[in-house]
Structures are given as C-alpha cells and as structure tokens.
T-cell receptor, first 115, second 110 residues
Framework: AQKVTQAQTEISVVEKEDVTLDCVYE???????LFWYKQPPSGELVFLIR??????QNEISGRYSWNFQKSTSSFNFTITASQVVDSAVYFC????????????FGQGTELSVKP | DVKVTQSSRYLVKRTGEKVFLECVQD?????MFWYRQDPGLGLRLIYF???????EKGDIPEGYSVSREKKERFSLILESASTNQTSMYLC?????????FGQGTRLTVV
C-alpha cells in the first residue's frame, strides 16, 4: 500500500527563520514520483517540485530546497529565510504507477510565518 | 496553460439534495480525479477516471458517484447530500506525472 505521512500538522516561525517540512512515504514500487504542492489561502494547489525515484540529487530553487533520501523514505522541504508570503498549507504527494497512477497526498503541514 | 475549471467556488445545499460538482479541463487529459480536503486529513481521493466512461473508486467513494461522458468533463455527484459531506472538493487532471488542479469548490450542506 502507498502512504504519505506529514507528521507536522502546524508550524509557526518568525520571518527570516529557516524551516523544514518533513515528509515520509511508503511504497513497494521501485518506480515512483514524489511531489510538493503549496496551497495558499486562495485554495488553489500550486506545484513546487517533482522528483522521480531514481534521482536522489538534492535540489535548490531560490529559497527552497528539497532533500530526497531513499534510505529513510523521506522527501523533506526546507525554506530558507522564510517570508510572510510563504504562509500556506504544504502537501507532499506520491504517484506510483503500479497502484494505478493515483496521486496520494499527505495530511498537509500548515506553515505560518509571522512578521 | 492547462486549465482545470470547477463550476462553483462556493455552494450551499440542503440535506438530502442531489448535488452535482462539475469539472472541465481543456488539455485532452485522459486521467481525472476528485479529492476532498478536510483539515488534518489532507486530500483524500474519492474517485478517478482514466478514460471516457471509465471510473475507479478511490479511498472514500461512499456517498458519491461520478460521470465521465466526455473526455473534458468529470462530474462528482452526491446522490443525497449529508452534513458530513461539507468539505472542500478539488478536481484534477493528469498528464503523465503532472497533475493540474482546479480552484476548489467549498460545499456546505445544511
């Protein structure tokens, strides 16, 4: 069975702090894709990153970085020097084609960045 | 740009009503999905469709049905709305590994 777990329900930080959002996944498949989405207060899901299971290189995009570790089945997301506009709900998700290509989401982490 | 459009942002319906939530995508995607989002539970898959007239149950199909008569349109149907179906509903379409989401419909059943 597939599962995505985001153990942190809510995180509150002060602007300019670094913050890491945790994501742990379960799948028996060797080929899968991992994702992070941002959901601002407007409600629409915004795609942030996609990673396939064969690419464990960490990725950095501006203030965002992602750490993919197959050994611990984790795909963590770090925001450096957080800003108020980063306040949102963040979702980690998984697609595994042996499970019919369903996109399975974690519970989400609500990040609040205070000025 | 891919566009996934949900017919309503907000809906208020009465208990027992039949409710239709409509979703249209403009990129000829074969796969479409309906999720419901509740605080602390994330997005849970209700139904998905991988082609016209084809559908599969997701994790929480009870109380819902779907219709996919045309490729671009995927409808979620609440046969007899209940208060526990008050939620945010999100539609998505998928091309290979990329999913595109609508803006969501916040449904309140009173």
């Amino acid at each position: 069975a597939q599962k995505v777990t985001q153990a942190q329900t809510e995180i509150s930080v002060v602007e300019k702090e670094d913050v890491t959002l945790d994501c742990v996944y379960e799948t028996r498949d060797t080929t899968y894709y991992l994702f992070w989405y941002k959901q601002p207060p407007s409600g629409e899901l915004v795609f942030l990153i996609r990673r396939n299971s064969f690419d464990e290189q960490n990725e950095i995009s501006g203030r965002y970085s992602w750490n993919f570790q197959k050994s611990t089945s984790s795909f963590n997301f770090t925001i450096t020097a957080s800003q108020v506009v980063d306040s949102a709900v963040y979702f980690c998700a998984l697609i595994s084609y042996n499970q019919g290509g369903k996109l399975i989401f974690g519970q989400g982490t609500e990040l609040s960045v205070k000025p | 740009d891919v566009k996934v459009t949900q017919s309503s942002r907000y809906l208020v319906k009465r208990t027992g009503e039949k409710v239709f939530l409509e979703c249209v995508q403009d990129m000829d995607h074969e796969n479409m999905f309906w999720y419901r989002q509740d605080p602390g539970l994330g997005l849970r898959l209700i139904y998905f469709s991988y082609d016209v007239k084809m559908k599969e149950k997701g994790d929480i199909p009870e109380g819902y049905s779907v219709s996919r008569e045309k490729k671009e349109r995927f409808s979620l149907i609440l046969e007899s709305a209940s208060t526990n179906q008050t939620s945010m509903y999100l539609c998505a379409s998928r091309l290979e590994t990329m999913a595109f989401f609508g803006q969501g419909t916040r449904l309140t059943v009173v």
